[in-house]
């Protein structure tokens, strides 16, 4: 790994615009930070501006004005040394479909300037973290859609970076995929890998992350810490679970409280945040519904991602 | 940066060997074929040129338009493919300096081009005998017209944004190009206003220096030959680099 100075921050972005040739403003004068270490979510829209950022610091995408540091290295004055710095997981798959798994890794080692006997030997560890050794010989374009996911991961590592952005690294993978992809994004964070994620899942960035930024027609609309942005929230969802002899019908109520039936047996239940749920259990009580389990939504972020994204 | 290089030079190579059928083989059997119908058959009856028999006067011609148009074809389609695919994005994070990626290409269609020239030379030698008049200069013109095209290649791809569009110059400027370029003939035949306008074709210069480093016969001064030939590769690849900084076709 290259010895960084990580008293700056991982990512530093100031004044950042993109106006593309047909005249689009696609970022309007971000500023942002990611200290090292951090795992930060850069949520928004469609359109929003995040693909076109994390373009601008791979060096993708041309920038209009504005200025981008990595660990204190600027992305035009020292380019190189920054891109040493830096892993890229990109959105849409953009890796040669007839070369095969193994040849893809060791040609972007090659690229970053490694040799082959230590492309190899990185090639390996990161296949095998991976679960991707016994596709090495296999062209990427017989891969699955989540083993080209992982290919891209893989190929992002090979170069041992310190900063890793991944855009969508998610998007179309299965559950349990999902998962491994989550643990191992978790264990390179406890490495030391600053982790920047693009995601449309929110209870993805929920989990993971400790900052989370949102971003919204070009513009940083928040940016703070998941548990800062968490304690914004007014009320709280819970699902509640009744016993099986209860059928719920589209048009139950209980009086005072804001709910929506889910099914025959289950409904979510909007309540003031900090206030006790006995109320709750009592109005159930009173209409002899007897609750099997009753659990906080996970997906806390959304009515907070779409309150944010809705005022601007 | 030798690592980086070397590597885009080995993905050339490992590419073009892989499709071998679709980049060695096509060049053998048209070469062939151009040897049966123009060199055999109708040569016979045209008799010599240049003081050598058709047949040996069209082999030089012939192999210098396998290895141009093979150098060019190599890079526009490799390097566009690689745009198609977005692995491009590959060493644009990278920390690549364009003349690294220029160079790797560009050796990539050298190769290619020798390659090509290889073959050709090898069924050449099954219709007429060749003997090497400057093996330097044989050698230098080749390179240097494989270089040429390969940056012509390459600023093609840069510019394409479908695949019609790595075929046009190919198919209206240098097949032209390449047949009015003396391949087939000398151009002390053309009436002498033909004959001014062929000096503008740069395939001649080619041409007729690599002819001239197997036969020792050219219609052309060989010094022109490598000026407009040293000229050309220096300026393409000025707007190679140029290109490339800008982001063109790679970067939005």
Known sequence: MLTVDKTKPALSIRGLTKVYAGGLQALRGIDLDVMPGDFFALLGPNGAGKSTTLGIVSGLVNKTEGQVELFGCDIEKQAFAAKRLLGVVPQEFNFNQFEKVQDILITQAGYYGIPASRARESAERHLRALGLWEKRDQQSRLLSGGMKRRLMVARALVHEPQLLILDEPTAGVDIELRHSLWQYMQQLNKEGVTIILTTHYLEEAEQLCRHIAIINKGEIVSNTSKRQLLSQLQSQAFTVELASQHELTEDFALQGFNLRVADAHSFEVDLPKGESLNPLFAALSAQNLAVLSIQPKSNRLESLFVDLVRKV | MWIALNTILSKEIRRFMRIWQQTLLPPAITMTLYFIIFGNLIGQRIG???????MAFIVPGLIMMSVINNAYANVSSSFFSN????????????????????????????????????????????????HLHSFWITTLTVLLSSVLFSLGGFINALYANKFDDISIIPTFVLTPLSYLGGVFYSISLLPESWQLVSAFNPVLYMVNAFRYGILGVTDVNLALCFGILLVMIALLSFISLRLLAKGKGIRH
């Open chain 2, 48 to 54: 010599e040129m240049g003081g050598h028999s058709y």
């Open chain 2, 83 to 130: 745009k198609f695919q977005r692995s491009v994005e590959e060493m644009l994070v990278a920390p690549l300096p364009g003349w690294v990626i220029l160079l790797g290409f560009v050796a990539g269609g050298v190769a290619r081009g020798l390659c090509v020239g290889v073959i050709v030379t090898i069924v050449a030698l099954f219709f007429t005998d060749l």
